[in-house]
């Protein structure tokens, strides 16, 4: 199959749109690579070179011994299972030659994350965290000490990352009011054991997925997608201690370390 | 034995909880969170028998989420959906986020009380086994694509 010079940079775009969107919500690099390869190969072209960084994409397209070269910045949109599926799914209809190129592009373009209702989302939060004070051996005061500082700061983080503001800042912030709260329950001796409440209330910050995709992204071969990951997952953790620290020592009570 | 019982399914019970509820945070399409929940449910409490038998902590969280890799294997292929959408919220609730934050608030006491043999050993013993729970966990989810697929697409 032969294609014009506008048919192939077409693909070429289609399929780095993709790829962009598949990095831009979290998915992993064997998956940006594999399904974006895919797209292109299904459209039409020969070869499909793709190089993923922590922060772009560069895609090469060949098509009877011609290149197009493109390259997209990926900033970060947040985590969405959602639209990995959808952008897989498309990829898997492109590949039974259902869809063509203009169809593909219309139907990517089509795509808006989906976002679970927030407040369904803060009780399950907190019912989560709640639940980690189960497993830390907390008793009942613990547990619902524990639901109202995680549902607060699940709060705070979706008011602060609605409006854009930094990661580490919004992490931070959430630590400093889910330890600010729990530390009242330590003041006010709730129940037998209240400092397990300051451990399970912070556990929404912990950053799980960039974590697996980390270790899962090295594994698989993509050492600097996998340190870049780390890195950014092991800043959050580091400012997420700093609010930690900073309400142990405003409110005077520690619970971690002693 | 009845006691048990009683205790695994008491931490199914408490794991499909923060299953679903980071799940939702990733945004798993709603129909998918089913299995988020039984996937959470039955790991974290299959790793509390292991545990319970004696097996390290660190080996229990691989053979289990081993296991789950290969169930998420299955639930992929019949839905045509990335494996990661179950796989990662199931195996939430055994992420090691409580030792991960002990060992960065020990480092921050460092900085500012002065370093004591105490406060080290905090982040030496936390560090570590965050480490090695963490790269358990992903290697275990990732087997069947390392063992089985090695490159090929799963869907």
Known sequence: MSLSKEEQTELTRVAVFAGQILHQHGAESRLIEQTTQRIGLALGADNIELSVSPDAIVITSLSDGHCVTTTRRCFDRGI???MVCEVQRIC??????????????KRLKRL???????????LMIGFSCASFSHFFGGDRAAYWVTFVAAAVAMILRQELAHRHHNPFVNFAAAAFVATTITSFGVIFEAGENPQIAMAA???LLVPGFPLINSVSDMLKGHINMGI??????????????????ASMTLVGVSGWTS | MIELLYLLLQD???????AVGFAMVFNVPSRMLIYCAIGGAL???????????????????FIVSAN???LGLYWSRKHLIPRPVFTVASVIPMIPGSYAFTAMIALVEINTTGYSLALMQLVMENGLRTLFILTALSFGLALPSILIYRGRPIV
């Open chain 1, 80 to 82: 969405n299972m959602q």
């Open chain 1, 92 to 105: 898997v209809m492109a590949e039974k030659q259902l869809l063509d190129a203009r169809d593909v592009k």
């Open chain 1, 112 to 122: 808006t994350p989906f976002k679970h209702n927030r407040w369904l989302v803060v």
């Open chain 1, 201 to 203: 209330s912070v556990l």
């Open chain 1, 228 to 245: 870049a990951r780390w890195v950014f997952a092991t800043l959050l953790a580091i400012s997420v201690s700093i609010g930690i620290v």
């Open chain 2, 12 to 18: 199914a019970w408490f794991a499909w909880i923060p």
């Open chain 2, 43 to 61: 790991t974290h409490s299959s790793r509390f028998l292991l545990m319970h038998y004696g097996v390290p902590i660190e080996w229990a969280t």
């Open chain 2, 68 to 70: 789950m890799g290969f």
